[in-house]
């Protein structure tokens, strides 16, 4: 059986209106030809078929101030209607020039806007920037070097407002250019006044109910910027390499139920494996697994005897090139009540400790543990009253604490070799190698990190994280699986460190007595800062005094009878997370207040989409947002992540000529990987598509001119069926954010369905016919629906050329801009029984017809086709009435000159007639009729001359126009 495919053309690029069957023009015309060139209605329009890149720039900019591009934000929200659409922007970094990670972004959005618009609902949309925080602050400052150390403040403050006000402007300005839609008068900055107000009353919110507090405790921290991180600024080093090494803790302390294995007559060590040597001096214990096996083993080597993990003895000794005697094994928890010496200090004692976090996978199964320096190294010394003294300054180097050797050294650096050197002389170093491994660095200078205690700020997720995973469950996220994600992310999160030791963002309003050091944070302090950053902004942290920040009536209100000037203001920032998570507090003003969706890229599941919920689920006990659409990232030629901190970010400006940022974006997949030239074929290809229709338009109005459906012909009432289809599926698509499914169902309309079927079959028909006969008008009524369905349909993804095509219609425009014209109206009328039937059963006739006279001009034939009685000669009965006939539906889809339509093979059949068999398979009323059926098809040449108007062989001379195009001369010469 033979299956239907209307791409039956080659897919090559053609000037519109060329190679039709009635084409009268060229340098090879008869002067009979030339005669009847008049009487023939080639398209007409002025529209241009392709733009140089300079002109594409200009054309773009010029469609923009004609078609008020910017206008069309306020013009949406005058319109009344009870359906509201709120995208909340999320804000990008005021810290660099627009590259196309923003274009991809920002045109996504915009689509997703402009549909809506489209659909009748009246869409809020304002932009923002994160202009706060580190890559600011550093970027403000690159080019005063050492100076920049000495600078106060304020001073610092000034530079990178200064700097992120230019990024802010640059942006917006290509934003704009690209033709985004929102509302640019009213913009959000995170350092706007009252953003920071709203911000710090979030903060307190929070704080009220117990989601925020301080402590001292490990966190990450950056050397290279000198602050605290969070976990979503960090980035991992899959490469990084560690001078790991296997260290000696000789025990001291006997645990009391080894006594007897362990006379004391023989030097026994506790074997650990480190990849933080300069941790060591920091030690307070040797952690083990109370329930796995461990055991007492003799080197080969030295005769040394060491205290190990059972499953990890054979692992080890190959590591340290030697072999291990078992002396004796016994579970973890026999090794309570033990101590070691530490081994870089002497007199100081490790206790030996059981914890839970200790894992088998690498080194010994004896953790060394450093409070100090570690997550759960902090959890044990918590429970065992510890010191967590830290021996690490704020610059990744030793203080004094870490004593004379050591202090000032850089910990990851000449620190790490000192501590090396120093296992060395007291015998305790057993082995050091070269370790590689994922390791957190910043995500901003590219440089390691460490695990530094420190007294810091953090939100207890802890306290909200299981209220925010119910909350997300009833999220709808796109794609569906990026939910499961952003739950485990959820899930690991302890805790979420928002302090930060810059001088740039919104301060913590804490006050910290001078000589207690006992925090000040009250409902009357916060409010009064509140006040005062509404009025002034949050520099007044900087530049008020004491008395104004605190006056002593707020004091007294919070029941402090201190004076005010015992009190100074902390010099912390919130964490740049928490100030652009807390955007919805500004920009969904209303209490109750959801977005109907939030669009960022999946880098975002575990940064402002979880700081978003975080916060709003912590203060008002809701999400922010009632849908998630995650995309992905834009990609460099080498399929890396394009990135500014990475530096290979490419202006899109420069990448596209002309700006043609729009049309780049054409493709709209999850990656920016695309082939140029490809990419030009297919916009060319859609500009001869709209160029053909506006053309085939001319003279015609939709309003006076239309057929009525029941009186089409058949393959136009099946092409309207086609775009009904098209335009039901394109606009599930959009609802479902599939633009790149939007995009693959236009070029299909337009390459196959439209350009190489439809055009290739009716070009004869719109031609050559009389300007006003109804088979040309029930043509023009399917052009026209397919114009209005196929710009409607690519409109919110390249606006400018939806625009450009409206100002090129050759009847009235409904609207002043087809953003405000209505989406794509649809009627279930354009489908019936035995349409697609009769259709596809021609094409899979005309199949087997041009299969065996590939490279010939169709026109030159004439087909007998011999069908059995039955449904299918009866649908083909439907598309030719009459037995033989040059002018009738059937001939028209086969693009033959003639066709017979028999039910038995003609007998006289000449000796060079092909003969071919096919088969249909007629598939009605859902199945309930199946039946297939075979046909034949003769192919024969033409006996009559080829017409010197229309181009096909059906004139009786090759000087005469066949009776058709007669009859229509006559017509025109009557007028």
């Not at 921290?221 to 000696?248: C, D, G, I, M």
């Not at 990744?396 to 050197?421: R, W």
């Not at 000529?657 to 049309?663: A, E, L, M």
């Not at 109804?774 to 009524?781: A, G, H, I, L, V």
Request: include cysteine; charged fraction near 25%; aromatic fraction near 10%.
């Amino acid at each position: 059986m033979l299956t239907l495919s209307r791409c039956r053309l080659p897919r090559t690029l053609r000037s519109w209106g060329v190679r039709a069957a009635s084409e009268v023009t060229g340098s090879s015309e008869s002067s009979g030809q030339r005669r009847y060139r008049d009487t023939v209605l080639l398209p007409h329009t002025d529209f241009p078929i392709r733009r140089g890149p300079g002109e594409t720039a200009s054309a773009e900019l010029r469609l923009q101030e004609e078609s008020n591009f910017l206008q069309l934000y306020n013009k949406q929200r005058a319109i009344k209607t009870k359906k509201e659409f709120i995208l909340h922007d999320g804000p990008p970094y005021a810290n660099g020039d627009p590259h196309v990670g923003h274009a991809l972004n920002k045109i996504l959005k915009d689509i997703t806007n402009r549909f809506h618009v489209m659909r009748g609902y009246r869409v809020s949309y304002v932009p923002g920037w994160d202009c706060h925080g580190l890559p600011i602050e550093l970027r403000a400052l690159a080019d005063m070097g050492e100076e920049s150390e000495s600078l106060s403040p304020m001073e610092i403050r000034t530079r990178a407002r200064v700097f992120a006000e230019k990024a802010i402007e640059k942006q917006k300005a290509s934003f704009i250019r690209w033709g985004i839609m929102a509302d640019w008068d009213n913009a959000y900055c995170t350092f706007h006044k009252k953003y920071e107000a709203k911000q710090l009353d979030v903060f307190y919110k929070m704080h009220e109910k117990g989601h925020i507090y301080q402590d001292y405790r490990p966190v990450f921290w950056s050397p290279s910027t000198r602050t605290a991180l969070a976990e979503a600024e960090l980035e991992y080093n899959q490469q990084h390499v560690s001078r790991a090494v296997f260290v000696k803790f000789p025990l001291q302390k006997p645990p009391p139920k080894l006594a007897s294995l362990i006379d004391g007559s023989t030097a026994i060590s506790a074997l650990v494996w480190t990849t933080q040597p300069w941790t060591i001096p920091a030690n307070q214990a040797v952690c083990y697994m109370p329930d796995t096996a461990y055991s007492v083993v003799k080197c080969a080597t030295t005769g040394e005897l060491y205290i190990l993990a059972a499953d990890r003895v054979e692992s080890t000794a190959l590591s340290l090139g030697t072999k291990f005697e078992v002396i004796s094994t016994f579970k973890g928890s026999d090794l309570e009540g033990g101590s070691c010496a530490h081994p870089t200090i002497p007199g100081r004692s490790s206790a030996l400790l059981a914890a839970n976090h200790v894992t088998m996978g690498k080194g010994t199964g004896l953790v060394h543990t450093a409070p100090a320096h570690g997550i759960e190294d902090y959890s044990v010394a918590s429970h065992h009253k510890l010191p967590m003294d830290c021996l690490v300054d704020e610059s990744g180097c030793f203080t004094s604490g870490a004593g004379a050797d050591l202090e000032h050294k850089a910990v990851l650096e000449a620190g790490n070799d000192a501590v090396i050197q120093m296992l060395l002389a007291t015998k305790n170093l057993i082995k050091e190698e070269s370790y590689v491994h994922s390791y957190p660095y910043d995500w901003r200078t590219k440089k390691p990190l460490i695990i530094r205690a420190s007294q810091q700020w953090f939100v207890n997720t802890a306290n909200i994280k299981d209220k925010a995973q119910e909350t997300l469950k009833k999220v709808k996220f796109v794609p569906a699986s990026a939910a499961s994600r952003m739950l485990e992310m959820l899930a690991r999160r302890t805790y979420w460190c928002i302090s930060r030791q810059r001088s740039w963002g919104v301060p913590i309003p804490v006050f910290y007595h001078k000589e207690t050091r006992e925090p000040l944070l009250s409902r009357h302090s916060v409010g009064h800062v509140i006040q005062l950053v509404e009025q002034h902004g949050s520099d007044v942290w900087w530049t008020h005094p004491i008395e104004e920040l605190l006056p002593q009536s707020v004091l007294q209100q919070a029941g402090v009878t201190s004076n005010v000037l015992d009190f100074e203001p902390g010099r912390d920032v919130l964490d740049i997370w928490f100030d652009s998570g807390t955007s919805w507090a500004s920009v969904l003003e209303d209490g109750d207040q959801r977005a109907d969706v939030y669009m960022e890229g999946k880098d975002q599941l575990g940064g402002w989409f979880q700081s978003s919920l975080l916060t709003s689920v912590a203060a008002r006990n809701k999400a922010p947002y009632k849908n998630v659409v995650v995309h992905g990232f834009t990609l460099s030629e080498k399929g890396e992540k394009m990135s500014k901190s990475v530096g290979n970010v490419v202006d899109p400006d420069v990448v596209i000529n002309g700006g043609q940022v729009r049309i780049c974006m054409f493709s709209l997949c999850n990656i920016f990987d695309f082939d140029s030239t490809h990419l030009l074929f297919c916009v060319l290809q859609l500009r001869n598509t709209l160029r053909f229709m506006l053309g085939n338009l001319s003279g015609f109005t939709p309003e006076t001119d239309a057929v009525p459906g029941p009186e089409m012909y058949i393959i136009d009432q099946y092409m309207l069926h086609l775009l009904q289809d098209y335009a039901s599926k394109v606009s599930e698509a959009y609802k479902s954010y599939e633009f790149g499914k939007v995009v693959r169902l236009l070029e299909a309309l337009v390459t196959r369905d439209l350009s190489n079927f439809y055009f290739s079959i009716v070009k004869d028909r719109l031609y050559c016919e009389e300007e006003r006969d109804p088979k040309r008008r029930s043509c023009q009524t399917v052009m026209a629906k397919a114009l209005d369905i196929v710009v409607r349909s690519f409109a919110p993804i390249l606006p400018h050329l939806a625009e450009e095509v409206f100002q090129y219609l050759p009847y009235k425009k409904e609207s002043e801009s087809v953003f405000l014209s209505g989406w794509i109206t649809s009627h279930s009328m354009w489908k019936k029984p035995g349409l697609e039937e009769a259709v596809e059963a021609a094409c899979s006739i005309r199949d087997v017809f041009l299969g065996a006279v590939p490279g010939k001009n169709a026109a030159e034939y004439a087909l007998s086709v011999v069908i059995q009685p039955g449904l299918l000669f009866e649908l083909m009965e439907t598309l030719q009435a009459e037995e033989t006939s040059s002018t009738s539906q059937l001939t028209e889809l086969l693009m033959a000159s003639q066709t017979t339509l028999v039910t038995e093979l003609p007998v006289d059949l000449p000796a060079d007639a092909i003969v071919l068999k096919g088969s249909f398979l007629i598939n009605l009323e859902g199945g309930d009729i199946c039946e297939e059926e075979m046909y034949k098809v003769v192919i024969q040449s033409c006996a009559k001359e080829r017409c010197p108007r229309c181009r096909k062989y059906t004139s009786q001379s090759s000087l005469t126009p066949c009776p058709r195009c007669l009859d229509v001369i006559a017509g025109k010469w009557s007028h």
